[in-house]
């Protein structure tokens, strides 16, 4: 039986407990609902938590974290030092192993480390918001003091909310730029397409539906694996054609060049998040 505390019952905490709890034949298969217990300050919150996914749930998170086998920090980034703080003392008097995962943005291993008595294993993830939906892509990253099947099973863990694929800390700033904060990029092409469907003539909610589904289609066969972006847009590109028109429109609007600043951006803003009184992401 692995026991996970997940400290934090926010969008994050609640997607990891539902995908840990629905996770019957994979990875996660063996955790079951009494298994996992969620920590946040607000009662709605707790009871929303337990009655839908059946997790135990409390306001302590030293009662959480008290022989837990893994524990997920998931609140926001200014936020993560006082928790640590809150359960250090507690992790080291446990008879098991903890090991204690962040998903905070920015936040790095060195800092969580730092925070805890020398030599409390400390695994760094990041998720994306897809995970909400059982799509997620996880990156994660071992501490100096977790072991390499610790890692492995905290990348498992990840699995039953979507991918998950074990990087070094070094790629963390650029897989938020590219994972972390992604999904965002997407859903604002998406809004692009509808209202420009709209200005044609569409009706929103078909233009709606054209959108959503051509991006899970595009987004499908790009998974598949088969072949890169650049060879199936390449494939949908005839000569002279419709869809060459159209690319030629975005990339004379500088689609490329938006893209570079915007995710060197984003990764400036993560390696900026983990200092102290950084108050969003
Ligand atoms: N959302 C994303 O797309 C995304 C992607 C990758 C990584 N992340 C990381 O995931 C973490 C959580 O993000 P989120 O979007 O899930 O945030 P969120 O929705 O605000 O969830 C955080 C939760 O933690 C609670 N909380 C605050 N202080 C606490 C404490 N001392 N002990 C226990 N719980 C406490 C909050 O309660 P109150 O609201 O009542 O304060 C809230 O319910 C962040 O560090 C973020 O960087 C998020």
Do not use: W
Not at 115 to 130: E, K
Request: hydrophobic residues 50%; glycine residues 10%; proline residues 4%.
């Amino acid at each position: 039986m692995t026991r996970i505390a997940i400290i934090g019952g926010g969008n994050i905490g609640e997607a990891l407990a539902s995908g840990l709890v629905a996770d019957t034949s994979g990875p996660a298969a063996g955790i079951s609902a009494q298994d996992v217990i969620v920590v946040d300050p607000t009662a709605a919150r707790l009871d929303h938590l337990h009655e839908r996914y059946g997790v135990a749930t409390t306001d302590d998170a030293v009662e959480a974290a008290t022989e837990a086998d893994i524990v997920v920090v998931a609140v926001k980034p200014y936020v993560v030092a006082s928790v640590l703080d809150q359960i250090s003392a507690t992790l080291d008097a446990n008879d098991t192993e903890t090991v204690v995962v962040s998903v905070a943005a920015g936040v790095t291993l060195a800092t969580i480390e730092a925070s805890l008595a020398a030599g409390v294993p400390v695994v760094r993830v990041m998720p994306n918001t897809p995970m909400l939906v059982g799509k997620g892509m996880s990156a994660v990253v071992g501490g100096r003091f977790a072991r390499a099947e610790q890692v492995e099973a905290v990348r498992a863990m990840m699995e039953a909310v979507g991918a998950a694929v074990v990087v070094g800390e070094k790629d963390m700033d650029a897989v938020t730029a590219v994972s972390g904060s992604g999904p965002a990029y997407i859903f604002l092409v998406a809004e692009a397409m509808v209202e420009a469907g709209v200005q044609l003539g569409l009706a929103r909610p078909v233009a709606e539906q054209l959108a959503g589904a051509t991006i899970e289609g595009a987004a499908a066969m790009l998974v598949a694996g088969e072949k890169s972006a650049f060879e199936l847009r390449g494939n949908v590109t005839s000569p002279g054609g419709t869809t060459a028109a159209a690319v030629r429109g975005l990339e004379e609007n500088g689609i490329r060049k938006a893209f570079y600043q915007a995710m060197e951006a984003c990764a400036r803003r993560s390696a900026e998040l983990g200092r102290p009184r950084s108050d969003e992401d």
